[in-house]
Every structure is written in structure tokens, then in C-alpha cells.
């Protein structure tokens, strides 16, 4: 019984953090998802912007100015 006991202590429990981790890595994965997400949805109703315009005739192109002042 002592064995059993003296090993479980020279164990390390699985949930020991070793080394130094910054916290903040994982905010910033998180946000980044988010703002993939939010980019593919923006795409989306973009996209069915287009599509709904077109279906009533309308163009969905940007004028050109005539004076640009970019050659």
C-alpha cells in the first residue's frame, strides 16, 4: 500500500501546467476565428446582394470617375 502511494506522488497529475504559457494566444485564436467567420458571412450577403440586384436589373459594378487623380 505504501508503494502504490509513494508512486501516485512521484506522478505529475495531468492538469500541471510546465513552462510558461501566455493566456492571451488563445484570445487572439479566438478572435481570429471570429473574424474569419464574420468575413466568410460578410462575403455571403455580399454575394447575395449581387445576385438579387442582378434578378431586378440593376448593375453591380462601381462607376468609374472620369477625373481620377491615380494615373
Request: net charge positive.
Amino acid at each position: 500500500m505504501l508503494e502504490a502511494v509513494a508512486r501516485s506522488r512521484r506522478r505529475r497529475p495531468c492538469f500541471d501546467v510546465q513552462g510558461s504559457h501566455d493566456p492571451s494566444g488563445i484570445v487572439f485564436t479566438m478572435l481570429a476565428a471570429l473574424s474569419g467567420m464574420e468575413r466568410e458571412y460578410i462575403r455571403d450577403r455580399t454575394l447575395e446582394g449581387h445576385e438579387s440586384a442582378r434578378k431586378r436589373g440593376k448593375t453591380t459594378t462601381s462607376p468609374t470617375t472620369p477625373c481620377s487623380p491615380w494615373p
